[in-house]
């Protein structure tokens, strides 16, 4: 029996020779089948979400899907969310003005156009200026004052529209002041990816998939795949009379973040940590066996990867 074989249900398809080989030895080393397993204490993957186990990111899907729709809730000091130095007395007033009318009695009007891109370059600018871990709490914040079964229920709505649509760009029209932006649509779980969570749990792995985005659009996209939703992490938010906050239960889950939310909740290092981006680097890092990162153009990770000679992965089929 050859080692691919050995190693269940892990094909080559896009992953290049000398990785697919380091992925195939680590799952027969360390694996169920291994002289040396301890089913109490399996060993560990943590696999990144966005632009790893899937194209495009579900945080910034589910944020677009909510500001485009209309679906916040802006009652109750929502819109201090929006730092005030970019444009929150705009946004507001603009959203007041198409507040309670149909879709289409709004889509072609100055103040739509004004409070989508205006949101949507809001979250723009700060990953920029403030970087990974603001962006990701404020496109998570978008669901301040939805009920918890509200969310539940869009989650769904999010997941059907995006990975029905096709993978491409979307123009969002300007806004002005607010600019517009080219940004992009449909979600798709990476073939491989799919397969290698198939052959870690046959093999005896306990892996967890690592997210940014909010929690609860991830569990639902768990669920899709057939994956533990237990066995997930990301940004979870407080909650108050069943609706969820602003406020974040954790550090957000970018960098040290992370790796702090990882180890909080497993307990130990990883032996295979897969990631895309600087936020990954920590976990990364901290990785006892096998790190490989996935090209998604993030050069200075990719510097940090030739340091370490950590395996670099060019993109996966969909």
């Known amino acids: 029996m050859s080692d691919i074989e050995e190693a269940e249900g892990l094909a080559q398809g896009a992953w290049l020779p000398e990785i697919h080989s380091a992925l195939v030895n680590l799952i027969n080393e360390h694996g169920s089948r291994s002289p040396g397993y ?19 990111d579900l ?36 959203y007041k003005a198409v507040a309670g009318r149909a879709d289409a009695e709004v889509r072609d009007t100055a103040a739509y156009r004004r409070y989508r891109a205006g949101i949507l370059n809001v979250y723009e600018g700060l990953r920029e200026t403030e970087g990974a871990e603001a962006a990701a709490l ?21 997941l059907d529209y995006e990975l029905g649509r096709p993978l491409g760009q979307e ?13 992009p649509t449909g979600i798709r779980v990476y073939h491989e990816m799919l397969e290698l969570l198939q052959a870690l749990e046959t093999n005896g792995f306990q892996t967890w998939i690592l997210s940014s985005a909010n929690i609860y659009i991830v569990r639902a996209l768990a669920r899709r795949i057939g994956f533990p939703e237990d066995r997930v992490m990301g940004l979870e938010l407080q909650m108050q009379a069943g609706s969820y906050t602003e406020r974040p239960v954790d550090d957000v889950p970018v960098g040290e973040g992370k790796l702090e939310l990882f180890l909080d909740t497993v307990g130990r290092s990883p032996l295979l940590a897969i990631g895309d981006s600087m936020a990954d680097i920590d976990v990364l890092d901290n990785c006892e066996g096998l790190s490989i990162v996935m090209d998604r153009g993030d050069d200075e990770l990719i510097e940090r990867a030739e340091e370490r000679e950590w395996p670099v992965q060019p993109s996966l089929t969909v």
Do not use: Q
């Not at 301890?38 to 495009?56: Q, V, Y």
């Not at 123009?171 to 940004?183: A, S, T, Y």
């Open 38 to 56: 301890d089913p109490e204490h399996p060993p560990i993957a943590a696999i990144d979400c966005g632009e790893t186990l899937i194209c495009n």
């Open 59 to 94: 945080g910034e899907a589910m944020m677009r899907y909510l500001v485009t729709r209309r679906k916040l809730n802006t009652d109750r000091g929502f819109w201090h969310v929006v730092p005030e130095r970019m444009g929150r007395d705009a946004l507001s007033a603009a």
């Open 138 to 158: 404020f496109a998570a914040r978008m669901l301040k004052g939805l009920h918890e079964r509200t969310v539940a229920e869009l989650v769904e709505e999010v």
């Open 171 to 183: 123009d969002i029209p300007p806004g002005p002041p607010f600019g517009g932006l080219v940004v």
